[in-house]
Each structure stands twice: as structure tokens, then as C-alpha cells.
T-cell receptor, first 115, second 116 residues
């Protein structure tokens, strides 16, 4: 697609529920990133995919968070047993690996609200 | 650990005037990259300008320029001839490229308002 697409744009759920957030990167971009942005903060790194594999998942806060990218394109961020502290905007970004430009192309994010 | 500090939570400027946003960072690396990203209310982060640490010349993109002071670990953004469309959150970010990973570390941001 022309840009990074994220769905849903907004998600409201209850504490303890399971949620999935989807990211469709720019066609041909092999690198995909998930970031979390809490209110009043800058984005914080969660996980980086190179192709289908998670090359760096050091930012995932705990084992309730998991992400997949089975075909090297679309990625899904999965959050189990949601907590109120998970409320944030989840940003996805993609880039051409090895370009060294640091230019990540971001989507508009999915705002998650856990009641 | 790499950290990025933006000491100005909010700034305002009159249309057509110049404003400078501050950023400092901390790292022990010698080769790295610095960025300013803009986030309008639509939430989409947009790259404004990029600086390679090994380059002494300050980067410039139209009305946007940086003052990169490597020894002081300072990376400020100057916006000239401010426009209403420049109103947004501005994030300073730092990156070390390792194994193809372009993981950015962001500051907390500065909210810039351009007044008519």
C-alpha cells in the first residue's frame, strides 16, 4: 500500500480481555517495528521484525505481549489478559533494511483503552 | 543505555518567526544517527530531518535546520519562517544501527504551537 496501515484505529476493551492489533506495512519493506506511546511520552520500542522473524523483542514488557509476522508482511500485536496500564497508542513502522537512513515510516497508530 | 532528553515540554512561536527546540542525548557510541520527528494530531510520526554523527556539517531541510554539537551531545532543531502547519509534537530521536535493526530511542517530546 501507499503507507503503513493500522487497524483498528481505536479499541476499547475490558480488563482481562484479549486484543489483537494489526499492521500492514509499506509493500516491500522487510523491517517492521512496534512502538508503544503512553500519554505525554515519546514512543517506546517493543519489537523489531526482519522478515518473518523477531530479530529484537527486548522491548516487550512481559509475556502477555506477543507479536507475529508469519508471511513477512502483515504483523499482529497480541495482548493477553489486558490491564489498565496497557492503555496507550500502539504505533507500527516499517523501513527498508540496511538503508541506514533511520527513516521509519509510521502508521497512525491504534489507540487502546482498557477499562 | 542511550537516553534522549527534551527539556522543553511546550513552546510557542508567532507565525513567520523562528523557534529552536532543544535536545540532548547520552551515549558511549561514536557512530550513530539523530533525528527529529513531527507528530501532528493525526498521530502519524513524520521524519523532519536526520543527522549522521560522523558528519560535521549541520543538516538542513528547507525551513528546518539543526545545530549538532557532538562533544556537548546536543542536537537542537531550528524552524525558520514558522507556519501554522508546523503546530505539532516534535520528538528528538537517537539510533544505533546494529544488524540491520534501526531501533529509535525517543525523547518525551516538545509540543509546539504556532500562533497566527
Amino acid at each position: 500500500g501507499a503507507g503503513v496501515s493500522q487497524t483498528p484505529s481505536n479499541k476499547v476493551t475490558e480488563k482481562g480481555k484479549y486484543v489483537e492489533l494489526r499492521c500492514d506495512p509499506i509493500s516491500g519493506h522487510t523491517a517492521l517495528y512496534w512502538y508503544r506511546q503512553s500519554l505525554g511520552q515519546g514512543p517506546e520500542f517493543l519489537i523489531y521484525f526482519q522478515g518473518t522473524g523477531a530479530a529484537d523483542d527486548s522491548g516487550l514488557p512481559n509475556d502477555r505481549f506477543f507479536a507475529v509476522r508469519p508471511e513477512g508482511s502483515v504483523s499482529t500485536l497480541k495482548i493477553q489478559r489486558t490491564e489498565r496500564g496497557d492503555s496507550a497508542v500502539y504505533l507500527c513502522a516499517s523501513s527498508q533494511t540496511g538503508q541506514g537512513t533511520g527513516e521509519l515510516f509510521f502508521g497512525e497508530g491504534s489507540r487502546l483503552t482498557v477499562l | 543505555a542511550q537516553t534522549v532528553t527534551q527539556s522543553q515540554p511546550e513552546m510557542s512561536v508567532q507565525e513567520a518567526e523562528t523557534v529552536t527546540l532543544s535536545c540532548t542525548y547520552d551515549t558511549s557510541e561514536n557512530n550513530y544517527y539523530l533525528f527529529w520527528y513531527k507528530q501532528p494530531p493525526s498521530r502519524q510520526m513524520i521524519l523532519v530531518i536526520r543527522q549522521e554523527a560522523y558528519k560535521q556539517q549541520n543538516a538542513t531541510e528547507n525551513r528546518f535546520s539543526v545545530n549538532f554539537q557532538k562533544a556537548a551531545k546536543s542536537f537542537s532543531l531550528k524552524i525558520s519562517d514558522s507556519q501554522l502547519g508546523d503546530t505539532a509534537m516534535y520528538f528528538c530521536a537517537f539510533m544505533i544501527e546494529r544488524g540491520g535493526s534501526e531501533k529509535l530511542v525517543f525523547g518525551k517530546g516538545t509540543k509546539l504551537t504556532v500562533n497566527p
